[in-house]
């Protein structure tokens, strides 16, 4: 169970929410109890071999009803999904990835399996919800000026202020987003990414490998550490130059790749130079995403403007 202390919340909230994780590979599904931000037990399930939008859609009703047993008449769900997503209609927009869902309104489709209105489907940014867990209860809880990044598959960013989510204004990149930025003759995920460590590695050694292996056995392997370390100092550079305005103070770090970080983090903190955020781990990882739909549900379901209500304790001039 994860307990969100620390946030301010009514008194008297509605009913528990289904809330759900959509991963590269596999989902992940919890109810959010309707006080304090609990989650009851996870239940994953890897994407179905069928690549169908009716074997996936199948697959998130299968592990809601899991969820959900044995709890209160839940509200509806809440879903932090990849991009590209029209968050607005439910509509799917990705092609490069669950492109069998290209075009579906997964809100109509899951409110039509658990005989819900369509308006009890909610979506919200897996990037975004991952900032909003941590806020609420994990390593930015207290700070003001916030930035999640996920180090993975891909290069996810969410930007918040005061627990408000920003996708613009000054210092935040369009949409909150740092992963296609100019850097390096590239763009930033081609040096923030698992193929980045992956790609790295076979460049020095000829061999092919994934990030998790390369983890396990760096500390034996001088090239492995060369790896991560080339790694630190594009992360290092990319958080002094695409983040310098936004100036802010905690970067939580989380993805698949964050739980390496002791291999990369030293060297991406030599990077830095001026005032300097504070650079933490994620402390939910794979919970942040669920807690942080929660989180944002819970409250707009009893009228808050902000996800958190409690004012910043570290917070720096605005």
């Not at 991952?130 to 930035?147: K, P």
């Not at 080339?230 to 790749?257: C, M, Q, W, Y």
Request: glycine share 14%; proline share 7%.
């Amino acid at each position: 169970m994860v307990k969100v202390w620390d946030v301010h919340i009514p008194d008297k909230l509605e009913s528990p929410v289904l809330v759900f994780d959509i991963g590269g590979s596999h989902v992940s599904a919890a109810v959010c109890l309707d006080m304090g931000f609990q989650l009851g037990p996870v239940f994953k399930g890897e994407h179905p071999s069928a690549q169908t939008s009716e074997a996936f859609i199948g697959l998130l009703h299968t592990l809601g009803m899991q969820a959900a047993e044995g709890v209160p008449p839940v509200a509806g769900a809440t879903l932090a999904m990849p991009c590209p997503f029209d968050f607005e209609t439910g509509i799917c927009l990705m092609r490069h990835k669950l492109p069998y869902l290209y075009g579906v309104n997964l809100r109509n489709a899951l409110a039509g399996l658990f005989g819900w209105e369509p308006a009890q489907v909610q979506f919200l940014n897996d990037a975004d919800a991952y900032l909003l867990g941590e806020v609420g209860a994990g390593a930015a809880r207290g700070f003001g000026r916030v930035v999640a990044i996920t180090l993975g598959t891909g290069t996810g960013s969410a930007f918040a202020l005061e627990g408000r989510l920003l996708t613009d204004g000054p210092g935040v990149p369009l949409g909150g987003e740092i992963w296609d930025l100019p850097y390096e003759g590239g763009i930033v995920e081609d040096f923030l990414s698992s193929r980045a460590i992956a790609g790295g590695y076979q460049k020095r050694t000829g061999n092919a490998t994934t990030v998790s292996a390369l983890a396990e056995t760096a500390l034996a392997d001088p090239a492995a550490q060369e790896t991560f370390a080339e790694f630190g100092r594009h992360l290092g550079r990319v958080l002094n130059t695409k983040l310098a305005e936004f100036s802010p103070d905690v970067v939580v770090l989380g993805g698949g790749i964050s739980r390496a970080a002791h291999l990369f983090l030293p060297v991406a903190l030599e990077q830095l130079s001026g005032p300097s955020p504070q650079l933490r781990v994620s402390e939910l990882q794979d919970l942040a995403p669920l807690v942080g739909c929660g989180v944002a549900r819970i409250l707009s379901m009893n009228g808050s403007a902000s996800p958190v209500g409690a004012g910043p304790a570290h917070s720096s001039p605005a």
